[in-house]
């Protein structure tokens, strides 16, 4: 057997390697392999880098056109590129970059340069999406889980099965804790008073043993002469770790207390929850008896017109009233609404008034003017009124304020005809 040949930098190759099985390594290789000379254009691309990217050596023939390709974006390319220029100079060793595939996916892609003899430089390239991704959910997890920690007024402990304190985290809305990070090591029972600490205790065994949250602890300890109330939730970890979790609630037992106090104003209180429950009733039923009398007017002025005794041309020459409420929500149109619209009354209850005269200028009127000011107003200009089928009709509308008792606008009285 002839002996290895020894490369340059120590390692030993077999000399029965030909040329054809090393280009068959290239191409079976799982990574891209990109070879470039000294001036950037490309020499070689494996299959692996068409299959990773789509790109072909004929769609990036240099550097200058990959970064072109892969980075669409100028801002981004100019930033990737400049970082390129030093992985391909020997600055840098490795680059990850958001890369735009020949079909038009965004990739991670990871490249890695070796020099090769003949002054060429040699690129490996992986696709690292799913990696990144799995890094950057991580980094998420943990971002948010520091955020949580911190953004309650809670004290964090961990501990093991026996109750030996092993970590302490306190949020930043937390008062001055009594248990720091200096009681690292020791029992958690002992820290608290003594009834409480063997309910603690039996809480930690319980949640070990069942494996599930314990039921929250609450108790009391005296600080600088002022009780403080607090409660304790045990959680289950992972290998016989627990977590307690310690939040003051004097606040809210004060709070309890104040409403054990005044619970004699129950009445009271109810009592002016239904005065505005019969307030809103009659403002709905102010709107409901205006729209009657509004839509019997309208039947009256109709049967003693002309037209409404028969005469030619009543089908189509009579004004479409639609009532809406303080929303602009119609609640009711009449029978010339739906020859105009070609909806039914049911089909127009509910809908925006805007949705079928969808005019700008005219939406800006009625709102400032009838819904805002409780004035009547009249659309100098000519709108269009979207029909049913999609037609438009050019039409002219006013409106005419509805307003309760006490002069606040509940709703109005749109008059829409034909222009």
């Given at each position: 057997?002839?002996?290895?040949?020894?490369?340059?930098?120590?390692?030993?190759?077999?000399?029965?390697?030909?040329?054809?099985?090393?280009?068959?390594?290239?191409?079976?290789?799982?990574?891209?392999?990109?070879?470039?000379?000294?001036?950037?254009?490309?020499?070689?691309?494996?299959?692996?880098?068409?299959?990773?990217?789509?790109?072909?050596?004929?769609?990036?023939?240099?550097?200058?056109?990959?970064?072109?390709?892969?980075?669409?974006?100028?801002?981004?390319?100019?930033?990737?590129?400049?970082?390129?220029?030093?992985?391909?100079?020997?600055?840098?060793?490795?680059?990850?970059?958001?890369?735009?595939?020949?079909?038009?996916?965004?990739?991670?892609?990871?490249?890695?340069?070796?020099?090769?003899?003949?002054?060429y430089v040699l690129f490996a390239v992986r696709d690292v999406t799913e990696?990144?991704?799995?890094?950057?959910?991580?980094?998420?997890?943990?971002?948010?889980?520091?955020?949580?920690?911190?953004?309650?007024?809670?004290?964090?402990?961990?501990?093991?099965?026996?109750?030996?304190?092993?970590?302490?985290?306190?949020?930043?809305?937390?008062?001055?804790?009594?248990?720091?990070?200096?009681?690292?090591?020791?029992?958690?029972?002992?820290?608290?008073?003594?009834?409480?600490?063997?309910?603690?205790?039996?809480?930690?065994?319980?949640?070990?043993?069942?494996?599930?949250?314990?039921?929250?602890?609450?108790?009391?300890?005296?600080?600088?002469?002022?009780?403080?109330?607090?409660?304790?939730?045990?959680?289950?970890?992972?290998?016989?770790?627990?977590?307690?979790?310690?939040?003051?609630?004097?606040?809210?037992?004060?709070?309890?207390?104040?409403?054990?106090?005044?619970?004699?104003?129950?009445?009271?209180?109810?009592?002016?929850?239904?005065?505005?429950?019969?307030?809103?009733?009659?403002?709905?039923?102010?709107?409901?008896?205006?729209?009657?009398?509004?839509?019997?007017?309208?039947?009256?002025?109709?049967?003693?017109?002309?037209?409404?005794?028969?005469?030619?041309?009543?089908?189509?020459?009579?004004?479409?009233?639609?009532?809406?409420?303080?929303?602009?929500?119609?609640?009711?149109?009449?029978?010339?609404?739906?020859?105009?619209?070609?909806?039914?009354?049911?089909?127009?209850?509910?809908?925006?008034?805007?949705?079928?005269?969808?005019?700008?200028?005219?939406?800006?009127?009625?709102?400032?003017?009838?819904?805002?000011?409780?004035?009547?107003?009249?659309?100098?200009?000519?709108?269009?009124?979207?029909?049913?089928?999609?037609?438009?009709?050019?039409?002219?509308?006013?409106?005419?304020?509805?307003?309760?008792?006490?002069?606040?606008?509940?709703?109005?009285?749109?008059?829409?005809?034909?222009?």
């Amino acid at each position: 057997m002839t002996g290895n040949k020894t490369t340059r930098d120590g390692a030993r190759e077999s000399p029965d390697l030909g040329a054809d099985t090393c280009l068959s390594i290239l191409r079976e290789a799982p990574d891209g392999l990109v070879l470039v000379d000294c001036e950037g254009r490309g020499r070689y691309l494996n299959p692996a880098f068409t299959r990773i990217t789509g790109y072909t050596l004929e769609d990036v023939p240099t550097l200058a056109h990959w970064y072109e390709r892969a980075h669409p974006n100028p801002a981004y390319r100019r930033q990737v590129q400049g970082a390129g220029e030093e992985l391909f100079l020997g600055a840098r060793e490795c680059l990850v970059s958001s890369v735009v595939c020949r079909d038009g996916r965004v990739r991670d892609i990871e490249l890695r340069r070796a020099v090769v003899e003949g002054g060429y430089v040699l690129f490996a390239v992986r696709d690292v999406t799913e990696q990144v991704l799995t890094e950057e959910n991580l980094r998420q997890a943990t971002s948010e889980l520091t955020a949580v920690i911190e953004a309650f007024p809670d004290l964090f402990i961990r501990l093991n099965a026996d109750g030996t304190i092993l970590d302490v985290r306190v949020g930043r809305l937390a008062e001055a804790p009594f248990i720091t990070r200096a009681h690292l090591g020791r029992r958690v029972q002992d820290l608290l008073p003594a009834g409480v600490g063997e309910a603690l205790s039996d809480a930690l065994q319980e949640a070990v043993r069942a494996n599930t949250p314990a039921p929250p602890l609450e108790f009391s300890r005296m600080d600088a002469g002022e009780i403080r109330h607090f409660e304790a939730r045990v959680m289950p970890l992972q290998e016989m770790h627990l977590m307690v979790i310690i939040r003051e609630i004097t606040e809210r037992k004060k709070a309890e207390e104040e409403l054990h106090r005044h619970r004699e104003h129950l009445e009271e209180l109810v009592a002016e929850r239904t005065a505005e429950l019969e307030r809103a009733n009659q403002q709905l039923e102010q709107l409901l008896y205006y729209i009657e009398m509004t839509e019997r007017k309208a039947a009256e002025e109709w049967l003693d017109s002309p037209v409404g005794l028969g005469a030619p041309g009543a089908e189509g020459s009579g004004e479409a009233r639609i009532t809406t409420d303080a929303a602009g929500t119609i609640v009711i149109a009449d029978m010339a609404a739906e020859r105009l619209t070609g909806y039914t009354q049911e089909a127009l209850a509910g809908k925006a008034i805007w949705s079928i005269v969808p005019d700008t200028d005219l939406r800006e009127l009625l709102s400032r003017e009838v819904l805002g000011e409780g004035r009547s107003a009249e659309y100098g200009g000519v709108a269009e009124l979207v029909r049913r089928d999609g037609s438009r009709e050019a039409v002219r509308v006013s409106g005419d304020p509805i307003a309760d008792g006490s002069g606040t606008v509940i709703g109005m009285v749109c008059t829409i005809y034909r222009a």
